[in-house]
């Protein structure tokens, strides 16, 4: 009897935690839906916030580095003070002689009064940088600013002789070689000394048209195909490399203008 009376107190107290489960049971689908949620959506979190980093990694290892202000400008004046003690090497001079030729030339006496308060033109600013003078050149039409270095007279020779007659100048004309000098050079009455220089040279008297009429213009073809005509030409003489070549057959492709020399 008494296990009998027992009996109905014993299920219900074994039915109470399935009455409870099943009541806290949409609770814990609540939970879990919520949590599948956030985690499909942390991954686009994720990715939104490394964002900047993998971009800068990606710009890193193409080359590419992103520099403030201040370090953009000590990584101009670093190379420039590489590129000029690159060009008073090949005018045989160091770069302290061609300050003294600078300070010592009647010339630039102006420009060197300009220099030494930074005074400001239209689109020409002179300054001295590690003792040279130089010369900033912005160029309105294409909003191009160019670092030129001042060159003393005794210096000026020289300086046309490797921008016109060297094997690389080509003696490619008056208009050409002053657009080549301009940028990274100046000085004072430079076209006319170009000019002057490329009527005086010897070899362009000899090789240059005596007075011939000039053949009309014909207009060459457009070629689309690679390879389907390529122009070659010769470079030299040079001085000897150590397989004692003088020479260099550059071709290049009409098309792709790919270009390769070969010794």
């Known amino acids: 009897m008494d296990w009998t009376a027992q009996q109905p107190q014993r299920d ?3 039915q109470q935690p399935q009455r409870d489960m099943t009541a806290q049971q949409p609770q814990r689908d609540l939970t879990a839906q919520q949590q599948r949620d956030l985690t499909a959506q942390q991954p686009h979190r994720d990715l939104t916030a490394q964002q900047p980093q993998m971009t800068l990694l990606m710009l890193k290892r193409a080359g590419i580095y992103l520099m ?7 990584r101009e004046k ?28 009647i010339s630039l006496e102006k420009i060197q009064l300009a220099a030494e308060k930074e005074l400001t033109g239209s689109g020409v600013k002179f300054f001295i940088r590690d003792g040279l003078i130089c010369r900033r050149w912005i160029l309105q039409e294409r909003d191009e600013e160019t670092e030129q270095l001042v060159v003393p007279v005794k210096c000026r020779r020289e300086l046309l002789k490797l921008a016109y007659t060297t094997p690389f100048a080509g003696h490619l004309g008056r208009t050409k070689t002053t657009q080549r000098l301009l940028q990274r050079f100046y000085w004072p009455g430079i076209f006319c000394d170009v ?21 009309p213009l014909i207009p060459l073809p457009i070629i689309a195909t ?3 005509r390529i122009a070659k030409d010769i470079v030299g003489p040079l001085p000897k490399s150590r397989l004692g070549k003088r020479y260099i057959l550059v071709v290049c492709d009409y098309a792709t203008h790919f270009r390769e020399a070969i010794l």
């Open 12 to 14: 219900l107290t074994t």
């Open 78 to 105: 670093r190379d420039a003070r590489r590129r000029y003690r690159d060009v008073t090497s090949s005018l045989h001079v160091t770069p302290e002689e061609f300050q003294e030729l600078q300070q010592q030339d």
């Open 195 to 215: 000019a002057g220089y490329c009527r005086s040279c010897s070899v362009c008297q000899k090789a240059g048209p005596k007075g011939a009429l000039r053949a």
């Open 226 to 228: 690679p390879f389907k």
């Open 68 to 74: 403030d202000k201040p370090e953009r400008t000590r």
